[in-house]
């Protein structure tokens, strides 16, 4: 069966990085895209970004544009979320989910809480 | 800050019927399909809908989508008690909102 496995909570200081992973197993990992969606305590979704796993291209959402990469590990199905420059308003949990060709997330990980305070 | 604008809540009794809208723009809703995710408290979202109004193995059929323009609906017959949860829209976005945007989200309570 499709799973996604996050890696654990992270708490920060302001004007750090953190590194998500996203381990992926039951499927073949390079024929669909991972994206990365935020939730801030009590609010909605954000969509973050958008990695094929195939061939590494990315799109990331305009106001994390220079902070935000994401990559993909093929040897071990694993995808990653690193964001810099921490601030205390990216406290969330992180979600990683897969992207079917047709453009909606059929399968999501469990999410990495991460905090961010001084 | 989101582009989809949903209403913040919406309730029912059980065995009703209960609608939730979505609206967009011509650049998200109106030139893309539209997906739904149900989050049920304290866990990672769940797709619900996907393509206007198809549903994936194993979701319950009273769960139904439909898409007109630039908005769209979510409509839950049969309300049952295990549905308590919040409800998001979504779409792909073609101008520089996107590329993907969700909606407000609505938290649908079973009276």
């Given at each position: 069966q499709v799973q996604l496995v996050q890696s654990g909570a992270e708490v920060k200081k302001p004007g750090a990085s953190v590194k998500v992973s996203c381990k992926a197993s039951g499927y073949t990992f390079t024929s669909y895209g991972i994206s990365?969606?935020?939730?801030?305590?009590?609010?909605?979704l954000e969509w973050m970004g958008w990695i094929s796993a195939y061939n590494g291209n990315t799109n990331y959402a305009q106001k994390l544009q220079g902070r935000v990469t994401m990559t993909t590990d093929t040897s071990t199905s694993t995808a990653y979320m690193e964001l810099r420059s921490l601030r205390s308003d990216d406290t969330?949990?992180?979600?990683?989910?897969?992207?079917?060709?047709?453009?909606?997330?059929?399968?999501?990980?469990?999410?990495?809480?991460?905090?961010?305070?001084? | 800050q989101s582009v989809l604008t949903q209403p913040p809540s919406a309730s029912g009794t059980p065995g009703q019927r209960v609608t939730i809208s979505c609206s967009g723009s011509s650049s998200n809703i109106g030139s893309n399909t539209v997906n739904w995710y149900q989050q049920l408290p304290g866990?990672?979202?769940?797709?619900?809908?996907?393509?206007?109004n198809q549903r994936p193995s194993g979701v319950p059929d009273?769960?139904?989508?439909?898409?007109?323009?630039?908005?769209?609906?979510?409509?839950?017959?049969g309300l049952q008690s295990e549905d308590e949860a919040d409800y998001y829209c979504a779409a792909w976005d073609d101008s520089l909102n996107g590329p993907y945007v969700f909606g407000t989200g609505t938290k649908v309570t079973v009276l």
């Open positions: 990365w969606v935020r939730q801030a305590p009590g609010q909605g969330a949990v992180y979600y990683c989910a897969r992207v079917i060709a047709a453009g909606h997330f059929d399968y999501w990980g469990q999410g990495t809480l991460v905090t961010v305070s001084s | 866990t990672a979202p769940k797709l619900l809908i996907y393509s206007n009273r769960f139904s989508g439909s898409k007109s323009g630039t908005s769209a609906s979510l409509a839950i017959s």
